[in-house]
């Protein structure tokens, strides 16, 4: 299977190049020429395996140039009981006949981002030794919280990599900010930026983009790749969680096979549903992907008018990680969309850097409505669905609650009463905070208090590792402008 760019699909390279560069040089995000299919008799088949040996069946339909033994081998360090606290890794709960709740937050740092993070180094340890190059990987990230502390968990110690995170100052939660301050490990660094997500994810582009800084780099021994949904080594893995959840449902007898079923994704920068889609694509009986906003309702709109329009405020809510005005991963959808028209891609993306907008053509619109709704919520009635799940016994976090909510208002609105999987992407203790708010309770002073108090409140367990976080030393401290992320790049590679 090759790999093309969106904004130039002469361009292409193999799936172990393509996760090696992370973004191509052109700007345009790497994709499958084509998507292979999946017959409903493999979908059977995979029923009867532990979801590390689905993740290697399905990845390596797209990895024809990694051995199945190899993709066996990485799956099973991935996903084995030392990262995951859960026998089934991504385990489906059932929440009433028709509505379940897939939750991906059992990996190390307790949020979705360890589904694809922690399988991402061993895919690109690989690749480079397929490609045959010899510079260290430096691994820069802008995060909204939760994946910059996945991918140093996942890159922490591999050799040939350096990882850098830059996070904006005031945009994680204490949980969040503690987890990657504290983080070990001799090849990690993690920088504040000054401003939000989308101007750490633009220094991170703008990076990626100059020419004087590759070279400068390259003499040094280095040369930029990304953790970031952009990278096709980040969508991949999430595909496969889809497909296992079906394979859940089937297995306990809780839809026919075949039998079409709704998906609900908490969604900012549009990679974790782009996978669902992906999944449809191959084959996978989704019927309608629900895309879940909170008050950053951008996809809303644009699900609805097929009109893109960042020109507007940017709140900053209880759900950190979703707090995102420009999706990167859409582009990928567009150009599926517009049947692989990479000049339609090059102008809307061309249109959405220089004035902050784009429009659709009539006919993608269609398609792009067939296949998606788009809702979105406020905090307060983020809030109520926390509190709504609890009081039935069931504790989620922030963004996990606005999809509940969304599914709820989809089939208010539409009547659409097709078994739905909502999914949840963080454990409710990376959030204390706005959890304990949520259920009226006040929380205590301390961030890490919280989570003793949130426990002994609900008595579900927090994950281990949080727990550890009372104590831990803080290694970095750095703060930077958004305008100054280079220099931070250049002293952290000397
Ligand atoms: C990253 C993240 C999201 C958004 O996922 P995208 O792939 O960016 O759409 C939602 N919830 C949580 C907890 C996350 O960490």
Known sequence: MEYLSTRDKTLRKSAAQAIVMGLSRDGGLFTPVGFPSLSALEVETLCG???????????????????????????????????????????????????????????????????????????????????GEKKTACILVATSGDTGKAAMEGFAGVEQTKILVFYPENGVSEIQKLQMVTQEGGNVGVCAVKGNFDDAQNGVKRIFSDEAMREELARRGYFLSSANSINWGRILPQVVYYISAYCDLLSAKEIKLGEPVNFCV????????????????????????????????????????????????FYTTMSPSMDILISSNLERLLFDLSGGRDELVRSCMEQLAET????????????????????????EETASSIEMLHRYGYLIDTHTAVAARVLTDYRKETGDRTPAVFVSTASPYKFCDSVLSAIGETPAADSVDRIAQMEALTGVTAPSRLAALKGKEVRFHDVTGKERMEERVLAFLQ
């Open 356 to 379: 902050g907008r784009y429009e659709i053509t009539a006919g993608m619109k269609r398609r792009l409505q067939e296949v998606f709704f788009g809702g979105f919520c406020g905090e």
């Open 49 to 131: 395996m532990p979801y590390r040996k689905r993740a290697a069946y399905i990845m390596g339909k797209f990895l024809e140039d990694f051995r199945p033994e190899e993709l066996n081998q990485f799956t099973k360090n991935a996903y084995g009981p030392e990262k995951f606290d859960s026998p089934a890794v991504a385990p489906l709960r059932k929440m009433d006949g028709n509505t379940w709740c897939l939750e991906l937050w059992h990996g190390p740092t307790s949020a979705f981002k360890d589904m694809a993070l922690q399988m991402l180094p061993q895919l690109l340890s690989a690749s480079l030794r397929m490609t």
């Open 266 to 313: 908490p969604t900012g920068n549009f990679g974790n549903i782009l996978a669902c889609y992906y999944a449809k694509r191959m084959g996978l009986p989704v019927k309608k992907l629900i895309c879940a906003s909170n008050r950053n309702d951008v996809l809303t709109d644009f699900i609805r008018t097929g009109v893109y329009d960042r020109n507007r405020p």
